[in-house]
């Protein structure tokens, strides 16, 4: 069983950046891959972004070139740091983990999920 928790998100405004973490409890979080998802009120949740075990990243189009998720296996975290944030960025973001440890933008391929965290950018 993995445990996952979101912290960092917040109110900023239009431009301004933000740092989400998702600490995992687990040992084997290393084999993992980590995705973001985010869900804005009334709408379906959607993929952000995703690292494999080896760093490499994917990412939705809406957020390429202004996210960066990235992972620390020593802490068991990943992180994703959003850059030049939009009021279209509002929502709750999910961290989730994959134990396949494959790369994917697919909801239904995670196994685990935090409680998300709320972002709000205002313009």
């Known amino acids: 069983q993995v445990q996952l928790v979101e912290s960092g998100g917040g109110l900023v405004q239009a431009g301004g950046s933000l740092r989400l973490s998702c600490a995992a409890s687990g040992r084997t979080f290393s084999s993992y891959a980590m995705g973001w998802f985010r869900q804005a009120p009334g709408k379906e949740r959607k993929f952000v972004a995703a690292?494999?075990?080896?760093?490499?990243?994917y990412y939705s189009d809406s957020v390429k070139g202004r996210f960066t998720i990235s992972r620390d296996n020593a802490k068991n975290t990943v992180y994703l740091q959003m850059n030049s944030l939009k009021p279209e960025d509002t929502a709750v973001y999910y961290c989730?983990?994959?134990?396949?440890?494959?790369?994917?933008?697919?909801?239904?391929?995670?196994?685990?999920w935090g409680q998300g965290t709320q972002v709000t950018v205002s313009s």
């Open positions: 989730a983990a994959d134990s396949r440890g494959l790369i994917t933008g697919y909801r239904s391929e995670y196994d685990y």
């Open positions: 690292i494999n075990w080896s760093g490499r990243t």
